[in-house]
């Protein structure tokens, strides 16, 4: 596979920030604006040493 601009499958035209830890401003967010996603910082030793 070869990443090709003219190829792109999404436009991000806004982004909103939401407090960490703030439940009543992430259920606002989830009734005002749509679906919301999230990114985690996955290389925090708490995930690097993660197994299950």
């Known amino acids: 596979c070869r ?3 003219s190829q792109h499958a999404a436009n991000c035209t806004k982004y909103y920030f939401v407090s ?3 439940e009543e401003a992430l259920k ?4 005002n604006i ?3 996603s999230v990114a985690i910082d996955a ?7 993660y197994h299950s």
């Open 3 to 5: 990443y090709s601009p």
């Open 20 to 22: 960490q830890g703030d």
């Open 28 to 31: 606002q967010a989830v009734a």
């Open 34 to 36: 749509g679906p919301i």
């Open 43 to 49: 290389t925090r030793p708490q995930f690097v040493l």
